[in-house]
Antibody, heavy 121, light 107 residues
Framework: EVQLVESGGGLVQPGGSLRLSCAAS????????MDWVRQAPGKGPEWVSY????????HYADSVEGRFTISRDTAKNSLYLQMNSLTIEDTAVYYC??????????????WGQGTVVTVSS | EIVLTQSPATLSLSPGERATLSCRAS??????LLWYQQKPGQAPRLLIY???NRATGIPARFSGSGSGTDFALTISSLEPEDFAVYYC?????????FGGGTKVEIK
């Protein structure tokens, strides 16, 4: 079964840091680009970051550029998001999503269940 | 940044009826427009990619159409499990953006 499982969310104070992880299984992880997408309460999804299948091409949304870092570990079939200098506006459910790659770049065909990040004092 | 505007915000229909959802882009996205379905407490699910291609396992009652800046998702005959929120997304240019959603609710 193709599966993505996120972890690492939680409650953090403004200015703090968190590292999210996403464990992939059921498919050849290093064949696919991956993305992080977040969704604030009551809002639509917001794309956060993209990494290609070898980690050589990375993009960020302007709202997180310079604060968040995406990475991947092929040996561990895992995707990561290091989040620094968190603000209240970063409060959301964070999803990792599989990018369809050459079939349809930046179409997200597999999603995890999400991990909740709450930034509050 | 390409802004996607979805309408209507809410669509109240009965099972068996036809649903037509609209997504308008602030500039051309060529054919790179996608649709997702989201139910409460769940992640979005890809329905349609690149205007009209159904994703794996998506029933034929879901279809997509459009070009340039105007796109539509049609559900030919609503099933009980189709009542949900639908989002469009463009992959034409960075940053990738989503619309604000249309909620399809039971009338």
């Amino acid at each position: 079964e193709v599966q993505l499982v996120e972890s690492g969310g939680g409650l953090v104070q403004p200015g703090g840091s968190l590292r999210l992880s996403c464990a992939a299984s059921g498919f050849t992880f290093n064949n696919y680009p991956m993305d992080w997408v977040r969704q604030a309460p009551g809002k639509g999804p917001e794309w956060v970051s993209y990494i290609d299948n070898v980690g050589g091409n990375i993009h960020y949304a302007d709202s997180v550029e310079g604060r968040f870092t995406i990475s991947r570990d092929t040996a561990k079939n895992s995707l990561y998001l290091q989040m620094n200098s968190l603000t209240i506006e970063d409060t959301a459910v964070y999803y990792c999503a599989r990018d369809m790659g050459s079939t349809s770049w930046h179409a997200f065909d597999v999603w995890g269940q999400g991990t909740v990040v709450t930034v509050s004092s | 940044e390409i802004v996607l505007t979805q309408s209507p915000a809410t669509l109240s229909l009965s099972p068996g009826e036809r649903a037509t959802l609209s997504c308008r882009a602030s500039q051309s996205v060529r054919g790179y427009l996608l649709w997702y379905q989201q139910k409460p407490g769940q992640a979005p699910r890809l329905l349609i990619y690149d205007t009209s291609n159904r994703a794996t396992g998506i029933p034929a009652r879901f279809s997509g159409s459009g070009s340039g800046t105007d796109f539509a998702l049609t559900i030919s005959s609503l099933e009980p499990e189709d009542f949900a929120v639908y989002y469009c997304q463009q992959r034409s240019s960075w940053p990738i953006t989503f619309g604000g959603g249309t909620k399809v609710e039971i009338k």
